[in-house]
Nanobody, 123 residues
Framework: QVLLVESGGGLVQAGGSLRLSCVASGRIYSSSFMGWFRQTPGKDREFVAGIRWGVGNTYYADSVKGRFTVSREMGKNTLYLQMNNLKPDDTAVYSC????????????????WGRGTQVTVSS
C-alpha cells in the first residue's frame, strides 16, 4: 500500500512559479513510474510530467515542456514538480500517482493516487 500526499498548490499570477511536492509513504520500487496529472471540472485527468523512479528519466506533456520540471528525492520518497511561467490554462487540481508497471501517461493504469492540490493562475 502506498499513500501519497501532495502540497504546494495555491493562487499565483500569470508568469509566476509554484513548486509542488508529493510525499509517499510505503515502498516505491525502482521499476515504478511516478506521474503528475491535472484535472479540471468535467474533464479527464491529463498527464503533465513523470519520472522513472529508479533511473530518473523524465517525461513531459508538450504543453508544459520548457516550463515545468519533475524531479524526485529517493531518500525522502518525495516527488516534485517545479512550475515556472505559469499560465491561466495551467489552473487545475494537480495529483501525483504511482504506476508500478512502469512508464505510463494513462491515468487508468496508475494504482495509487493522492487527493490533489489546487493550482490557480490568475491573468
Amino acid at each position: 500500500q502506498v499513500l501519497l500526499v501532495e502540497s504546494g498548490g495555491g493562487l499565483v499570477q500569470a508568469g509566476g512559479s509554484l513548486r509542488l511536492s508529493c510525499v509517499a509513504s510505503g515502498r516505491i520500487y525502482s521499476s515504478s513510474f511516478m506521474g503528475w496529472f491535472r484535472q479540471t471540472p468535467g474533464k479527464d485527468r491529463e498527464f503533465v510530467a513523470g519520472i522513472r523512479w529508479g533511473v530518473g528519466n523524465t517525461y513531459y506533456a508538450d504543453s508544459v515542456k520548457g516550463r515545468f520540471t519533475v524531479s524526485r528525492e529517493m531518500g525522502k520518497n518525495t516527488l516534485y514538480l517545479q512550475m515556472n511561467n505559469l499560465k491561466p490554462d495551467d489552473t487545475a487540481v494537480y495529483s501525483c500517482g504511482v504506476d508500478r508497471g512502469g512508464y505510463s501517461t494513462v491515468a487508468s493504469t496508475y494504482e495509487y493516487w493522492g487527493r490533489g492540490t489546487q493550482v490557480t493562475v490568475s491573468s
